[in-house]
């Protein structure tokens, strides 16, 4: 194990949800995505179980761009899509260092791109509604591969949601104003869900 997988498993430790809630309204699959780079990226699919999925929801995770995916992460998506009755597709992007920059982007816009191009497989929603959402670094990545697609003319997705997004990489961090009130990112999901499920209604 390298020093930077080391350190992911340690954060991993650190951060993994105690109890996490298990839906029983969903079913769970895995697939595995290769971008051009030949990069391959797991994709966790939570689907709902006992209705038809109302549209599709990517998720990419938080990491510094360097830490894994963990189970705050699918526990948000389960709580997002039981929430929402949405398919959720939580998307495990390449990590530095071992894959630096554009790699995660790249990936990312590239898997938008084939979601967009293959709806039906995921979703049979007539109105293909795509719901991105990005925690710190992924919040990123959503606003990159959105961006993208506007230079490219090609269609964006439906609603675009960015939890505590990492969008100035520039500023000294000590340099920043940051907003009075209570903590974030959430401590807990449930914050993220119970705000944001109204939107899908």
């Known amino acids: 194990m390298n020093e930077a997988e080391q350190e992911r498993t340690d954060h991993a430790k650190k951060t993994r949800v105690i109890s996490p ?3 029983q309204s969903e079913r769970v699959r895995k697939e595995v995505f290769t971008d051009s780079h030949q990069n391959q990226s797991t994709v966790i699919i939570h689907e709902p179980n006992y209705v038809p999925a109302k549209g599709l929801i990517i998720d990419f995770h938080g990491s510094g761009f360097v830490h ?18 949405y398919t959720v597709l939580d998307f495990d992007y390449p990590l530095a260092p ?7 982007l790249d990936a990312c816009d590239q898997f938008v791109q084939h979601v967009q191009a ?3 497989d995921y979703c049979e929603d007539p109105q293909q509604q795509l719901v991105l959402i990005g925690h710190s670094a992924g919040g990123n990545l959503v606003i990159g591969t959105q961006m993208r697609a506007l230079s490219r003319q090609q269609p964006v997705a439906t609603l675009a949601i960015l939890d505590y997004p990492a969008l100035d990489l520039d500023t000294d961090p000590d340099d920043k104003s940051y907003p009075e009130g209570p903590s974030f990112p959430p401590k807990s999901p449930s914050v993220l869900t119970v705000s944001i499920g109204p939107m899908f209604r």
Request: net charge negative.
């Open 21 to 23: 809630e298990h839906w």
């Open 98 to 104: 071992e894959h630096p920059f554009p790699a995660a």
């Open 68 to 85: 894994l995916h963990n189970d705050n992460d699918t526990y948000f998506c389960k709580r997002i899509g039981n929430a929402t009755d």
């Open 118 to 120: 293959n709806y039906q």
